[in-house]
């Protein structure tokens, strides 16, 4: 049978805001356990909370960005459970009135077509703390660092249909909060988290299937995998003339599979109610307004603009704008030198070569934008050929100084001389009497051996245009 | 000297006829005496009391001169005071020592009062009697066999049994006014969100608002110049310009327009206690005031959505009551299910455990909305009642309760209870500011009168309370309480 996969993402979002959503602690990543929790976070008798402003700003960015609703009057609510990880016994989310409404986001296919994904919402919430059950002879450790750490909820609609849409989402996603620096997005470090709710149905039905919810997948590999296992493990399911039962599961990706995570957990009644202790949170257009004037450029419109304005294939242009540093530094490139295609083949290819292999951010690239763009403008006036720029390039990473100075203390500078290239040239010819025999006598391949033994003999340096010239009419 | 009221104390204080010190020894004399029967006080913090009273007394001899300086005061239980053990009058709470102070207790502090010690409560101020507390009954001064209302009891019996010169209080359903009335002292409500929360133990948190339990009208407003104001860590308090209380005290009540709602002088209310409120309304006429019958139609409903939402946010704001961080840990538990079971069912008391399971089932799935949604609504048709009636009168006046204070173990039946803050209850579902002073008594034993007036219209009740109390001296009445000395 001919199965159709349903998939949509609640991704919690860290945000980067100073401090957590109702307390004044700092939330930096790291820290010593419990260092980062006050009288607030540790929920003493009689504390009370404060919305942090940033975080209520941060969300609305967002929701701008993918054209959502803008809640105007949102209201928070508790989300009752007990665990000792969570002081207060309840979460503050937000149920019915989130701050940001239904929006979308496009994300582009394998064949290259656009497809719109709904956002159903994205609310704000608290994150708890963390239960370390290591290190603690029969008994668990409490970290209440990461309580009431600012989270944004973005819940998708289930417009995906595959784990590869899905993961093209997560990327998309992950691209535009870097653009609107309201998260790290950092999947390691638990700043991005991904829940996958799947289900199949046999194509052409129009019903939707019973879903499962997979929890803990931490990486966008991970993503793809665990919803594959968990379409495979479904149709298993069914084909076997079983039935998909309602839960929550887990992602093991060191045993690469999901399981059941049937415990009581899942039937819990979380009895949420608006949360007494804050207001309704009541905002006005120009509080929108003034949000809205600080949105940076996204990726989409971006993309868009570097297709006319630098001549870009739609292909290229959607590798550089893929994070909001790499666009940047693409256009300080093309201003240095002033060729935008010549720029984006060293960006995408040279640069992201050495970060990946590196593993390096764009933000710590031992080779600044300035730099590459006086490299790449040597090649334009044939100071060095391409070829020679490679070794530059690598001499850049070891030598602070400037691209002039490399090439000249190197020595590699191109021989432009025709008198010298002439000579290059001359023995070449003296030297493969054989070979010149064969070319003469019509074996054209023969040429590109020439070239090969005079750039050899140039180190390399001859500009190969002329090279080329002068290589033909001596061969004639 | 102790059995004056703060304004008389403040004066005295500042003509040097008697210093803080002196003042401070007498008060913890009299709670040594009498406390030991009243049980009024939990916490007696005889050492920094007399300290705080040398460093006022030292003020006022550098020229500090301000109203409430060296004025001893207790707070009730709930307030967290900075090293001082806040039980909250539970088990849970026993041992639980705040490492800072409550925004009330913060500002009594910088108003240079001296803190006597922390008063006992109904736990988690769930009660109307101050029975539920785990320290023990506290009895009315007026006579010992009978409550002295609830949850503020410690506090309205130290005020009236003249152990404080004045004491906190809070209010979620008529925990200041109804013990007030009882004690036969003033106990003062100001409107939601006029006093900050923070540091007071949450019970249900759209209703909890700090207050005032003392001796006259003028001594709240007194009280609430120290307390009021705007606090950037409670974001339900009020971003609204305070006054001074005091100021207006004294203005002419001609012209005034009471209002009687009808549903206060119905069924359930005791004849001699509607004789004495009927007598105040005389007083008020004399003064000028003009008297109309209002309708408060949907006050027979107040009582029940207030059990529902009361418990409802009580269930989720006792649930940091766990044993894992602070508070009582129940002995080996077997595990984390077994930690949490015991430890609540062992820390908490029989009343605070009603009301967690009434909230948690009136939250739950497929009861929501006919519990919590719809008691909401009533809650919006009884302050809209309450809006309507303000459009005709400017204060609304009626009987604190319907009788005066039971005896201890009268009411076993916990609706029974629940039926005390019949005519309290609904000013704290609208969030107004209400007040009960002492207008008579009933076989030797207090009548309290209430007084509500509309939002942040605090000034205006003080007002009407005090040309009452000008004009009479009930509440000059003092119990007897001799024989009871330890």
């Known amino acids: ?476 | 000297m102790i059995e004056r009221t703060v304004a008389e104390i403040s004066t005295a204080l500042a003509s040097g006829d008697i210093s803080s010190v002196e003042l401070t020894q007498a008060y913890l004399h009299r709670i040594e005496q009498y406390n030991t029967d009243l049980n009024a006080f939990i916490t007696v913090c005889e050492e920094s009391a007399l300290e705080q009273a040398k460093a006022a007394d030292k003020s006022r001899s550098d020229g500090d001169c301000k109203p409430l300086l060296g004025v001893p005061l207790a707070h009730k239980d709930i307030f967290c005071t900075k090293g001082v053990t806040t039980t909250c009058g539970s088990r849970m709470l026993q041992n639980f020592v705040p490492p800072y102070d409550a925004t009330v207790v913060e500002k009594f502090n910088a108003a240079g009062v001296v803190t006597l010690g922390k008063t006992n409560m109904d736990e988690f101020a769930m009660g109307s009697s101050n029975e539920t507390s785990f320290f023990g009954v506290v009895k009315n001064p007026w006579d010992t066999a009978r409550v002295p209302g609830g949850s503020s009891g410690g506090s309205a019996a130290a005020v009236a049994a003249d152990l404080c010169a004045m004491a906190t209080g809070t209010d979620t359903g008529g925990s200041i006014r109804q013990p007030a009335a009882f004690c036969g002292v003033t106990g003062f409500k100001p409107s939601y969100g006029r006093v900050s929360r923070w540091g007071m133990v949450a019970f249900a948190s759209s209703l909890d608002q700090a207050g005032s339990i003392c001796k006259s009208a003028e001594d709240a407003a007194m009280m609430l110049n120290a307390m009021a104001g705007l606090d950037e860590k409670d974001s339900t308090s009020i971003d609204k310009a305070t006054v001074d209380y005091t100021a207006t005290l004294n203005d002419s009540l001609e012209g005034l327009k009471i209002g009687i709602p009808i549903q206060h002088f119905a069924e359930g209310l005791s004849a001699e206690v509607e004789q004495n409120i009927l007598d105040a309304l005389k007083v008020y006429e004399s003064l000028g005031a003009t008297i109309k019958e209002i309708d408060l139609p949907n006050n027979h409903l107040s009582v029940s959505a207030y059990y529902v939402i009361a418990p409802a946010e009580a269930s989720a704001n006792l649930s940091r009551y766990d044993g894992v961080r602070y508070g009582y840990r129940c002995a080996e538990p077997v595990d984390l299910e077994d930690m949490y079971k015991r430890s609540r069912s062992e820390g908490f008391g029989e009343e605070v455990k009603r009301r967690i399971m009434v909230g948690t089932y009136a939250l739950s799935a497929g009861f929501y909305d006919a519990y919590y949604r719809k008691a909401q609504k009533i809650r919006r048709l009884i302050r809209n009642d309450f809006l309507a009636a303000f459009k005709e009168v400017d204060i609304i006046l009626g009987p604190t309760s319907p009788h005066t204070a039971f005896e201890l173990g009268a009411k076993s039946d916990p609706v029974a209870m629940y039926l005390e803050d019949i005519y309290t209850i609904a000013v704290n579902l609208a969030g107004l500011p209400g007040i009960s002073i002492p207008a008579g008594t009933v076989n030797g034993l207090p009548v309290g009168l209430q007084l509500v007036g509309e939002d942040f219209a605090e000034a205006k009740v003080f007002n009407a309370a005090h040309q009452f109390q000008k004009n009479t001296d009930w509440h000059r009445n003092k119990p007897d309480l001799t024989g009871m000395e330890s």
């Open chain 1, 1 to 476: 049978m001919q199965w159709e996969t349903v998939i949509g993402l609640e991704v919690h979002v860290q945000l980067s805001t100073q401090s957590k959503l109702f307390s004044g602690s700092s939330i930096q990543f790291g820290a010593e356990p419990n260092t980062q929790a006050n009288i607030f976070d540790l929920a003493l008798p009689g504390t009370l909370p404060v919305l942090n402003e940033e975080a209520l700003k941060m969300a609305v960015r967002f929701g701008l960005a993918i054209g959502a609703e803008i809640g105007m009057r949102s209201v928070f609510d508790r989300k009752n459970y007990f665990y000792p990880d969570l002081p207060k016994g309840y979460q503050v989310s937000q149920l019915d009135f989130p701050t940001v409404g239904k929006g979308s986001l496009s994300i582009e296919l394998e064949d290259g077509t656009e497809k719109t994904i709904g956002v159903t919402r994205a609310h704000m919430e608290e994150d708890a703390g963390k239960s370390l059950h290591e290190d603690f002879q029969g008994a668990s450790g409490i970290d209440l660092n990461r309580a009431g750490t600012p989270l944004l909820e973005i819940v998708s609609e289930p417009d995906l249909r595959s784990a590869e849409e899905a993961v093209a989402y997560l990327k998309k996603l992950h691209s535009i909060i870097r653009y609107l620096d309201i998260s790290d997005g950092n999947m390691a470090q638990g700043s991005m988290r991904c829940d996958a709710n799947v289900s199949i149905r046999p194509a052409g039905e129009s019903e939707l299937g019973t879903r499962t919810e997979t929890k803990n997948i931490n990486s966008f590999k991970f993503v793809e995998k665990a919803i594959n296992h968990e379409v495979q493990r479904q149709q298993e399911v069914l084909e076997d003339g079983g039935r998909i039962v309602q839960e929550t599961r887990l992602y093991d990706s060191d045993r690469d599979e999901t399981r059941s995570m049937r415990s009581k957990e899942v039937a819990n009644d979380y009895r949420y109610f608006p949360e007494p202790d804050l207001l309704p949170v009541v905002i006005d257009e120009s509080f929108v307004n003034a949000i809205r004037e600080t949105l940076p450029e996204l990726p989409d419109a971006k993309r868009v603009r570097f297709v006319e304005e630098y001549k870009l294939s739609d292909y290229d242009a959607g590798v550089l704008v893929t994070s909001r540093e790499l666009a940047e530094y693409y256009e300080a490139v093309v201003a240095r030198c002033g060729d935008a295609k010549l720029s984006a083949n060293w960006v995408s290819v040279e640069l992201q070569g050495l970060l990946n292999k590196n593993d390096w951010e764009i933000s710590a690239s031992p080779i600044q934008a300035e730099r590459l763009g006086d490299l790449i403008a040597r090649i334009i006036d044939n100071t060095i050929s391409g070829k020679i720029a490679k070794t530059v390039f690598e001499a850049m990473l070891e030598d602070a100084s400037s691209v002039d100075s490399i090439i000249e203390s190197k020595g590699l500078k191109q021989v432009t001389d025709s008198g010298a290239i002439e000579k290059l040239v001359d023995e070449v010819i003296a030297n493969n009497p054989e070979q010149v025999e064969q070319y003469r006598a019509g074996k054209e391949k023969v040429f590109g051996f020439f070239v090969g033994q005079a750039m050899k003999a140039s180190k390399g340096k001859a500009n190969p245009a002329q090279l080329n010239d002068l290589l033909k009419e001596k061969l004639k």
